[in-house]
């Protein structure tokens, strides 16, 4: 079961554009959501998170946008560069549930191709 | 700092053989989590240790197992492989159990033949 829809699976930016990437969940016991970055034959890496009591958070070119009542949150790279070109993933997980861990559920990635 | 380790880099196997994937958290980090990236989708969580006890598993057959050592290292065992085991096998490090925050490693790329 898949838990959080990632879009769209691919998009082709301008340099100096703007690239978003939509994710939509469905469990309301999510309460954090982080966005990682995946370069080819890489590791994903950390990016930016965000909690759902905050509806923005901005660290540098990288922008969380979260939306709680409509169970959505977005990522919007600005001025996007071509080593932006990767995959990002969005991801999310649950409070600590003794039996749960910590566990990342993630969307189906977007890849990213930011044209000079 | 060094970040996550994991060894080998590539592994290749046949179907029904077993292999042994290694990682090495991040230092002062108590707790991994296994995932598997089957190529063009997101990772699958397939395991969490921490302090040497399992506190999570995925939705994964029991040929899976996986144990941490008392330096916080970790092993992930896979049996009787399958075609379908092929994929990238990350590990995340975080500094506890609870901790939201996970650094993942390169991962062991392993392909069943």
């Known amino acids: 079961q898949q838990q959080v829809k990632q879009s769209p699976q691919s998009l082709i930016v301008q340099k100096g554009g703007i690239s978003i990437i939509n994710c939509a969940y469905e469990?309301?016991?999510?309460?954090?959501f982080p966005w990682y970055q995946q370069f080819p034959g890489k590791g994903p890496a950390l990016l930016i998170a965000?909690?759902?009591?905050?509806s923005e958070k901005k660290e540098g070119r990288f922008t969380i946008s979260f939306n709680k009542s409509a169970k959505q949150f977005s990522l919007h790279i600005m001025d996007s560069q071509p080593g932006d070109s990767a995959t990002y993933f969005c991801a999310a997980s649950i409070g600590v549930i003794k039996a749960a861990g910590n566990k990342l559920t993630f969307g189906g990635g977007t890849r990213v191709l930011v044209k000079p | 700092d060094a970040g996550v380790t994991q060894s080998p880099t590539h592994l290749i196997k046949t179907r029904g053989q077993h292999v042994t994937l290694r990682c090495s958290p991040i230092s002062g980090h108590k707790s991994v989590s296994w995932y598997q990236q089957v190529l063009g989708q997101g990772p699958q969580f397939i395991f969490q240790y921490y302090e040497k006890e399992e506190r999570g598993r995925g939705n994964f057959p029991d040929r899976f197992s996986a144990r941490q050592f008392p330096n916080y290292s970790s092993e992930l065992n896979v049996n009787a492989l399958l075609l379908g085991d092929s994929a990238l096998y990350l590990c995340?490090?975080?500094?506890?159990?609870?901790?939201?925050?996970?650094?993942f490693g390169p991962g062991t790329r392993l392909t069943v033949l």
């Open positions: 469990n309301t016991a999510f309460d954090y």
């Open positions: 965000i909690r759902p009591d905050v």
């Open positions: 995340a490090s975080s500094q506890a159990w609870e901790s939201r925050g996970q650094f």
